[in-house]
């Protein structure tokens, strides 16, 4: 059974900066791709940044391109998203998710998720 287990979230001011991190278990995930959506309230969720476990490729929504940064760290099997300059319209559930094979971008492409966790800015 495949569990992604998310870490991090919380309350922080306009401009401050949170740190997620999503550890998978049950298996490692050589070949898939690992990726960050959120979904804010009465909205769809949508895709955040991603990266490629065996190259470390990345790519991000326009809407966070310059402010977050996706990573993994091989030996502890752990996917990090380091969120800065965050604003309020950051505020949102963020859900890890796992898909074998490249980058996609459409939720429904992704066959795990993590329960998600929340994401507060505000002053």
């Known amino acids: 059974q495949v569990q992604l287990v998310e870490s991090g979230g919380g309350l922080v001011q306009p401009g401050g900066s949170l740190s997620l991190s999503c550890a998978p278990s049950?298996?490692?995930?050589?070949?898939?791709?690992m990726a960050w959506f959120r979904q804010a309230p009465g909205k769809e969720r949508e895709f955040v940044a991603a990266?490629?476990?065996?190259?470390?490729?990345?790519n991000y929504a326009d809407s966070v391109k310059g402010r977050f940064t996706i990573s993994r760290d091989n030996a502890k099997n752990t996917v990090y998203l380091q969120m800065n300059s965050l604003e309020p319209e950051d505020t949102a559930v963020y859900y890890c998710?796992?898909?074998?094979?490249?980058?996609?971008?459409?939720?429904?492409?992704?066959?795990?998720w993590g329960q998600g966790t929340q994401v507060t800015v505000s002053s």
């Open positions: 049950g298996r490692t995930f050589a070949s898939y791709t």
């Open positions: 990266i490629y476990w065996n190259s470390g490729t990345t």
């Open positions: 998710a796992a898909r074998y094979g490249y980058m996609r971008y459409d939720s429904y492409q992704y066959d795990y």
